[in-house]
């Protein structure tokens, strides 16, 4: 089985594959289920345009993976969250996701994984830094 698709009740697209790291809270090891963010919020942790970002929501929406809640800090604002059968989907999903992110640089040596974590991290630094 692909990951990718998986079987029809948990099919994800190769176009939405970076919507995986949504479940995996950013603050905290709260349940899947459990992890809420903004649009914004999530727009800067997948490092997506915000047009890119609305475009695969509205897929999984209408796929039933995530749904918007209310922002109790913001009545203007929404949240989004997966929904219980769409936590269930990203649960079943997120260890093949898991795995492939590993088999990308299990054929590096120790000292060139830690190299490579130390280059990542100054270039996301400065990204951060550019976009403030």
């Not at 992890?35 to 897929?59: N, Y």
């Not at 749904?67 to 929404?78: C, F, H, K, L, S």
């Not at 795995?99 to 190299?115: G, K, P, Q, T, V």
């Amino acid at each position: 089985m692909n990951w990718r698709y998986g079987p029809s009740t948990s099919r994800i697209f190769p176009s939405q594959e970076g919507i995986l790291a949504f479940p995996r809270p950013p603050r905290g090891n709260q349940p899947i289920g459990e992890s809420r963010l903004s649009h914004g919020e999530l727009t800067s942790l997948l490092l997506f345009t915000g047009p890119a970002t609305t475009k695969r929501l509205r897929r999984l929406e209408a796929g039933g993976w995530i749904q918007r809640t209310a922002n109790p800090a913001d009545g203007r604002g929404v949240l989004l969250q997966p929904t219980p059968d769409g936590a269930r989907r990203f649960g079943a999903l997120l260890p093949g996701y898991l795995a492939l992110e590993a088999s990308l640089i299990d054929h590096l040596a120790a000292r060139d994984r830690e190299d490579l974590t130390v280059l990542l991290r100054r270039l996301l630094s400065r990204w951060e830094a550019a976009r403030r």
